[in-house]
């Protein structure tokens, strides 16, 4: 099956050898290349791989909007969200989003649960709106939203609380909360390494970080104060693996579970 990644830039993605490494655990050929699509050229980059043959691809930052946009339909949870993060390429293109429940799946495999809790999200992006629908999805309290762009934290706070009436959503500076997510682009390679978290604000009980691959400044910081920190190499594996099935067929949560842990280790050793 040929299948790649669309984003800019795409270099430092480990995407490749995840889904070379899915590749020999399920025992299918993958063929699977990183192509570097500035913003505005996702539609024509597309077309040359629907016509080779491809099956799809993932799509990352900044092009979650313009692939929601280019799909002839969207999946009920990318619609929700506003952002795709997989194409499916057929007679149609299908705009899906497995980031939301590549989290909750994340989240349940480290057993942080965030049943009952309050949660505070930073970042007001496709990630953080993302983050917000898995964390309702998971029974959270409240989530709070807390973002440069006031308007942005705002609308994302407002377009969730039509869905889940029964999380409280809220937007603003931020609050103290037993369950942190960062969602900005902060720590990531290119972006500064600070970590977005107010000095004054009390530890929370867990700290997750949508970076993987390195050690930022939010996660030293959580750990300073004394949470518990995951960073995003689970999610990265788990929507990956929802990606897969949105492409072939669906694996099961037993054997999904079953082949997290073999990628964790291989790609992230």
């Not at 480990?14 to 290349?33: D, G, M, N, V």
């Amino acid at each position: 099956m040929k299948l790649g990644l669309f984003g800019f830039p795409v270099g430092h993605s480990r995407s490749p050898r995840l889904f070379a490494r899915l590749a020999t655990l399920i025992k299918k050929p993958i063929s699977y290349e990183a192509v570097a699509v500035p913003l505005g050229t996702l539609a024509a980059a597309a077309r040359l791989r629907r016509a080779a043959g491809w099956r799809g691809v993932n799509v990352t930052a900044p092009l979650k909007a313009e692939a929601a946009a280019y799909a002839d339909r969207l999946t009920p949870a990318a619609r929700a969200l506003g952002a795709v993060n997989v194409l499916r390429f057929g007679r149609g293109v299908v705009g899906h989003n497995t980031d939301a429940q590549g989290l909750r799946d994340a989240l349940k495999s480290a057993g942080v649960k965030a049943r009952g809790k309050s949660t505070l999200v930073f970042g007001a992006g496709g990630a953080a709106r993302a983050a917000g629908w898995a964390l309702a999805r998971e029974g959270a309290r409240s989530v709070r939203f807390t973002a440069r762009t006031a308007s942005r934290a705002r609308r994302t706070a407002n377009d969730l609380r039509k869905i889940f009436p029964r999380t409280r959503f809220s937007a603003g500076a931020g609050a103290p909360a037993e369950i942190w997510i960062n969602a900005t682009p902060l720590g990531m390679k290119g972006f500064p390494d600070r970590s977005p978290a107010p000095k004054h604000l009390p530890s929370p009980e867990a700290a997750v970080d949508l970076v993987y691959g390195r050690r930022t400044a939010f996660q030293r910081d959580a750990a300073a104060r004394g949470a518990r920190v995951e960073d995003g190499a689970a999610m990265l594996v788990y929507q990956a693996l929802r990606a897969w099935e949105f492409w072939d067929k669906p694996l099961g949560g037993r054997r999904r579970a079953a082949l997290a842990g073999p990628l964790m280790k291989e790609v992230f050793k």
